[in-house]
């Protein structure tokens, strides 16, 4: 089955800074790749997402960019603010099948 | 954006006893709904998968006969934890689909089994 790893697991960056976390997964036939904010007692919620057919998205500030042939993606996030200290995690799905989510990484932003 | 709603939010019971999270998806019909349970500083893990009018998919380790998954409608689906224990106390969070590859999720539940 799939197998998501993501790193790092704590980042601190300061306010201004760009964070990059990175993710890798294991199934090939994966082609749906979502980034999940979760702040603390809550359920997470999407940021950005990105198909296969796609090499990189950008929405504002945050920015994903997949390689498939070496299977990993990344999330970018420019001009970090306080407020995007919180947990991220990535995913990956075969379209419409279970997401397999990856460990988490902590975002800490100093202002 | 697509809405799903959780109830309860907080809910605290005695071990032993049984208690039950409704997951609802306000504004789309959810062919789709998945259940993960969350433990402090770990990441989501999927317990089962299932779609209105069937049996649910449980995944591997995880009790069918404890955690009860009943999805009658494509707009509700609900999680029952039987004799709970302290060690089923954990974040439940439920997630729902229509058709598109994005899965909606609510906003979790806290469990304390005391």
């Known amino acids: 089955g799939e197998n998501v790893e993501q790193h790092p697991s704590t980042l601190s960056v300061q306010e201004g800074d760009s964070a990059v976390i990175k993710c890798t997964y294991s199934?090939?036939?994966?082609?749906?790749f979502p980034w999940y904010k979760q702040e603390l007692g809550k359920g997470p919620q999407l940021i950005i997402d990105i198909r296969s057919n796609v090499g990189e998205k950008k929405d504002q500030r945050i920015a994903v960019t997949l390689n498939k042939t070496a299977k990993h993606f990344s999330l970018h996030i420019t001009e970090t603010q306080p407020e995007d200290s919180a947990v991220y995690f990535c995913a990956a799905s075969r379209g419409f099948q279970k997401l397999v989510f990856g460990t988490g990484t902590r975002l800490l932003v100093s202002p | 954006g697509a809405v799903v709603s959780q109830h309860p939010s907080r809910v605290i019971c005695k071990s032993g006893t049984s208690v039950k999270i409704e997951c609802r998806s306000l504004?789309?019909?959810?062919?789709?709904m998945f259940w993960y349970r969350q433990f402090p500083k770990q990441s989501l893990m999927l317990m089962a998968t299932s779609n209105e009018g069937s049996k649910a998919t449980y995944e591997q380790g995880v009790e069918k006969d404890k955690f009860l998954i009943n999805h009658a409608s494509l707009t509700l689906s609900t999680l029952t934890v039987t004799s709970a224990h302290p060690e089923d106390s954990s974040f439940y969070i439920c997630s729902a689909n229509d058709r598109s590859y994005e899965q909606y999720f609510g906003p979790g539940t806290r469990l304390t089994v005391t």
């Open positions: 199934d090939s036939a994966s082609n749906y």
């Open positions: 504004d789309f019909q959810a062919t789709t």
